[in-house]
């Protein structure tokens, strides 16, 4: 079973505020939510790209905010319902393109959870 490295959200919360509050662009949220449901976030998964702060130090990037739910799938392997709960905030977000199209959908939905498991950290 294939164990990502998190920590607890509280510990990371004002960054994380602050990250929200000063993101350009249109904002699902004006506070950190889960990024796979749009939940509660509990919380927070690692990158293996770092990100470079003051001084250009490599940092560690806390990458992904995830709910309690979210974070058992997650830790569980269980992909199917991690996709899922992705779909279904999909759906309730849905631009009307998206329904009645199916594998848009389905693209979607494996857009979404691409970079997770492609640059989230294993711990091994
Ligand atoms: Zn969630």
Known sequence: MTKYLKDAFE??????????????????????????????????????????????????NWRWCACELCSKAIDSDDRPALELRVESRLRYLAPSWLIGHPLL??????????DFYTYAMREE
């Open 11 to 60: 510990k990371h919360r004002a960054r994380l505020e602050k990250s929200v509050r000063e993101r350009k662009g249109p904002k699902l949220a004006s506070v950190p939510v889960c990024d796979f449901c749009g939940g509660h976030p509990k919380w927070v998964y690692a990158a293996t790209r770092m990100s470079a702060e003051v001084g250009n130090l490599p940092v560690v």
């Open 105 to 114: 959908l389905r693209r979607a939905v494996e857009f979404a959870l691409e």
